[in-house]
């Protein structure tokens, strides 16, 4: 016999308050009431409600939420989505099939933006970037290739790879998850149909995470999975983008440097970019070159689909293939 169809409520009381800073007295908004006066009909059709929160006197965060909710739920499968998106019909169907061709895997799907137009380079590379690009591009500033509100995924995988991160408020738990199970050897698929609205709003949780943050994840993931199995490349802008990477790389790493390339030719033409800041004596100065006259492997710096299409034909020119002769990293 099947068991009832469970709801999970994993209400973070804390991510519900008004806006007050750490330690101000700031009311909690009615969630649980809301949740609570639906619970009599959904029971009635069979479903069963779990409503859960906590009374700690700091925002337990969006991890503590999720994992809260997988703790209380009993099925093999999982699907998650955020409380103001909205499910489309055969979501769970179709990325559960997925699920069974690709076990151990992320799985995602398309979505609609609402408010249309909002974010509109982010929504065009969620739903066209290619099903390898979903492994390549996991270094973009972007975040996770598969965003976390069409997340789908069997629970001993989860269990393999989770829980989610409970830090808090600026901690990006869907990231940090994103790219431990990359570690683990987990896949990523899309299942290549809309089935989810995905809502844009400015008050949403993930912009309580700091570019810093999410720059210093992406950079040592970068070091750990790529540069580490590269004895030399070209940094790909010379600006200030390409010189910000340049920084933050490790010392090994920054040996291994070989030039910059732009197509910007006053930078071209100052021959290098000193790196003032360093305690080598004599400070390192990287050769800066067209990129046709620079070698592969690359790290792209320059921003996706913000060029009217003139990078993409530039790699195209020079026939390398993504993932192997580059990456992209912003």
């Known amino acids: 016999m099947n068991p009832p169809k469970r709801l999970r409520i994993a209400d973070n009381e804390a991510d519900a308050r008004t806006g007050g800073k ?89 979505v609609q933006r609402l408010p249309e137009g909002s974010t509109e380079r982010y929504t065009r590379w969620i739903n066209t970037i290619s099903q390898d690009q979903l492994i390549t591009q996991v270094y973009t500033s972007h975040g996770p290739t598969i965003v976390m509100p069409t997340w789908f995924c069997s629970r001993s995988w989860f269990s393999e790879v989770g829980p989610f991160d409970e830090g808090g408020k600026g901690v990006p738990e869907d990231l940090l998850f994103f790219y431990q199970s990359l570690r683990q050897g987990g896949g990523l698929f899309r299942v290549d149909q809309c089935l989810l609205v995905y809502r844009y709003h400015e008050k949403a949780a993930t912009h309580s995470v700091t570019e810093d943050t999410i720059w210093k994840l992406r950079v040592d993931f970068l070091q750990e999975r790529v540069l580490s199995q590269w004895e030399s490349f070209t940094i790909w802008n010379a600006g200030k983008q390409g010189r910000k990477l340049y920084r933050c790389l ?32 004599p400070k390192p100065k990287i050769p800066v070159v067209h990129y046709k006259d620079a070698a592969a492997p690359f790290i792209i710096c ?29």
């Open 302 to 330: 320059v921003k996706l689909d913000m060029t009217g299409g003139v990078l993409e034909q530039n790699l195209n020119s020079l026939q390398l293939k993504e993932g192997i002769d580059y990456f992209h990293f912003n």
């Open 22 to 110: 750490e330690g101000d007295a700031v009311d909690v908004d009615d969630s649980r009431d809301v949740v609570e006066s639906w619970r009599e009909r959904l029971e009635a059709r069979g479903i069963s409600v779990v409503i859960s929160g906590h009374h700690s006197a700091k925002p337990r965060g969006v991890g503590y939420a999720k994992n809260m909710a997988i703790s209380q739920s009993c099925g093999k499968y999982m699907c998650f989505q955020d409380a103001d998106d909205v499910m489309l019909p055969q979501r769970v169907r179709q990325q559960y099939e997925a699920s069974l061709l690709h076990p151990d895997s992320v799985i995602g799907c398309r």
């Open 250 to 281: 490790s010392p090994t790493n920054q040996k291994k440097v070989k030039a910059f390339c732009d197509v910007d030719e006053n930078k071209i033409q100052k021959g290098f970019y000193t790196y003032e800041d360093s305690e080598e004596r």
